[in-house]
């Protein structure tokens, strides 16, 4: 069975500060996705990372992938009030498969 | 982007009655489809895999009676929920993946059963 783990599951921050959230996984896979949840909303989209390696960025988060750790990372730079939200990140066992999800982290950006 | 539409948004029945939720991919053809329910503060869940053409594929502790899966097209799945309880309250989320490597979900059915 596929696990995935996040931590940490809440995450208190002012704002301007840095911090990462972690993500390992328990099996074999190329591909890791992170997502964002609003309150009351579905998912949105935030990285998918296809390659050991794969870096990328968007504003003030910057996801990346290690595949022989089984470990991926997210980070905020210099957070802000609206990246309060919370982060999942997601593993599918084989291309094509529903993905397994993490508990999530719970992200609060305060003054 | 593909785009996944899912209705209604949210929905109150009573006990006893059943309530269908509809995910539909827009703009290309999912031959599967995904649902998962989300408990207030939990983490997704996955149901079912839903299959064009073929029965849907329960994950375990789900009972497919209860929570029935049509997937009769490209671009089309539903789940209904029969003989709802108050228990089956919850927000259920389809989700598709895309030509591309991307999973895309739809905007999520709020159901609750009073």
């Known amino acids: 069975e596929l696990k995935v783990e996040q931590n940490p599951l809440f995450l208190s921050m002012q704002e301007g500060k840095n911090y990462t959230i972690y993500c390992n996984y328990s099996?074999?896979?190329?591909?890791l996705y992170w997502y964002r949840q609003d309150p009351g909303k579905s998912l949105e989209s935030l990285f998918v990372l296809l390659s050991n390696g794969a870096v990328k960025q968007e504003g003030r988060l910057m996801a990346s992938l290690d595949t022989k750790a089984r470990l991926s990372t997210l980070h905020i730079t210099a957070a802000v009030h609206d990246l309060s939200a919370t982060y999942f990140c997601a593993v599918a066992p084989l291309s094509g498969y529903a993905l397994n999800f993490g508990k999530g982290t719970s992200l609060l950006v305060t003054p | 982007g593909a785009v996944v539409s899912q209705h209604p948004s949210w929905v109150i029945c009573k006990s006893g009655t059943s309530v269908k939720i509809e995910c539909r991919s827009l703009d290309f053809q999912a031959t599967t489809m995904f649902w998962y329910r989300q408990f207030p503060k939990q983490s997704l869940m996955l149901m079912a895999t839903s299959n064009e053409g073929s029965k849907a594929t329960y994950e375990q502790g789900v009972e497919k009676d209860k929570f029935l899966i049509n997937h009769a097209s490209l671009t089309l799945s539903t789940l209904t929920v029969t003989s709802a309880h108050p228990e089956d309250s919850s927000f259920y989320i389809c989700?598709?993946?895309?030509?591309?490597?991307?999973?895309?979900f739809g905007s999520g059915t709020r159901l609750t059963v009073v």
């Open positions: 989700s598709a993946r895309d030509p591309g490597p991307r999973y895309t």
């Open positions: 099996t074999t896979s190329d591909r």
